[in-house]
Every structure is written in C-alpha cells, then in structure tokens.
C-alpha cells in the first residue's frame, strides 16, 4: 500500500474521542475497506477486491482506529498530484462508529494533511452525506456547467 510520494509529509495521528486517525499504510486493514464498500457503499457496490487494491496502493490512504483495540472504524482516500488537485473518494464510516463526529473528524484530518501543499482544488462526489463535508469547507461549485467528466455512470 502506498501514503503518496516520498516527498508528502507524514503527520502524527490525530485523535478524535476513542479513535486515532492515521495516514500510516500499514494499518490500513484492505480487507475491511473492500467488505465494507463492495457491500455497503453505493458508489462502490460490487468493486472487484483487485480494483479496491490497486485503487489503495495509488492513493493516500487515512484510516480512523479504535485507540484500544486498534480494528479499523473509518476510511477515506486521496487521488493527489500534492501540487494543484486532490480528489476525495471512498470515505466511508464503519455502521458501529456512525454518529460520533468521526466522518467529520477524518475528513478534517484530510483537509488539515493536504493544507500545506497549497493545492488549488480538493473535490469530492456525494449523494448524501453534503452536511458532513459542508463543516469542513467543502461548498457546492460555482460553476457546474464548466465541468466534464468521462465514464460518467
């Protein structure tokens, strides 16, 4: 699995209540991460277990873990070039973990991670969850119409 470039700076885990959020690659736990979004997250549903693979080891990986007993609670990933554009995909919150502030806190802790970079653009696609990324920053586009995309689905 890969946290990004060498050059990306690592960042001590963040602590939020009774978790720790950490871009460490090792503890992320892929076989959880593809469980839970083949299964449960609608824009993932039925990704093949290689895609979710090759899709951890080229992005930057966050994690969110019990502080005690460190199983895996939360998850987000980055496609980033750590100089103009980061997209924010998979963010995902273990049923058992919903309702702590913990989407929010992770995607804080993404904001916070790439803010020294100074990227011009952080996107992200949601069906549902606009309130949680509203507390952090994130604002609809101005300018919907300029925007493409490729394989739309």
Request: hydrophobic letters at 45%; proline letters at 5%; charged letters at 20%.
């Amino acid at each position: 699995m890969n946290s990004g470039p060498a050059s990306a700076p690592s960042v001590a885990t963040v602590m939020h209540g009774a978790y720790e959020i950490s871009v460490d690659p090792a503890r992320v736990d892929a076989a959880r991460v593809h469980h839970w979004l083949s299964t449960d997250a609608y824009w993932a549903l039925g990704r093949p277990r290689e895609k979710q693979d090759a899709a951890i080891a080229g992005s930057l990986n966050f994690g969110a873990y019990d502080a005690e007993t460190g199983e895996m609670a939360a998850y987000a990933r980055v496609v980033t070039d750590y100089a103009t554009f980061a997209w924010l995909c998979d963010v995902y919150v273990d049923p058992r973990a919903r309702g702590t502030g913990l989407g929010t806190a992770l995607v804080a802790a993404v904001r916070d991670h790439l803010a020294p970079h100074g990227l011009r653009r952080i996107m992200l696609a949601t069906a549902d969850a606009h309130g949680v990324y509203e507390k952090v920053g994130f604002t609809p586009l101005q300018n919907p119409d300029k925007w493409m995309a490729l394989g739309q689905q």
